[in-house]
């Protein structure tokens, strides 16, 4: 099983910026990656998910134009570029591992967490 840690979560002011980063513990270029976050009372939403190869991104609705999820496969490890944050964006936010290709319907592994808080 893969082990995925998150960092660069933090305290930050409406209309900053964050980015986050996901380390894997093994080769993760034959992997689809991805962010989701959970807001407090709220269930775990998706993110953002980049393929293997790093070819095709999608992103959720609301933070599509604010947000780049982006790989370094050489290195193991994904980012999430967070620009313009609102104060709606305040969540825990996890990186994952689907555990079938080509799919999210099933969660592979899941990251510790980060936090990420936005201020008004």
């Known amino acids: 099983q893969v082990q995925l840690v998150e960092s660069g979560g933090g305290l930050v002011q409406a209309g900053g910026s964050l980015r986050l980063s996901c380390a894997a513990s093994e080769y993760t270029f034959s992997y689809d990656m991805g962010w989701f976050r959970q807001a407090p009372g709220k269930e775990r939403e998706f993110v953002a998910a980049?393929?293997?190869?790093?070819?095709?991104?999608s992103y959720a609705d609301s933070v599509k134009g604010r947000f780049t999820i982006s790989r370094d496969n050489a290195k193991n490890t994904v980012y999430l570029q967070m620009n313009s944050l609102k104060p709606e964006d305040t969540a825990v936010y996890y990186c994952?591992?689907?555990?079938?290709?080509?799919?999210?319907?099933?969660?592979?592994?899941w990251g510790q967490g980060t936090q990420v808080s936005v201020s008004a």
């Open positions: 980049i393929t293997w190869g790093g070819d095709s991104t």
């Open positions: 994952a591992v689907p555990k079938y290709s080509g799919t999210w319907s099933h969660i592979g592994s």
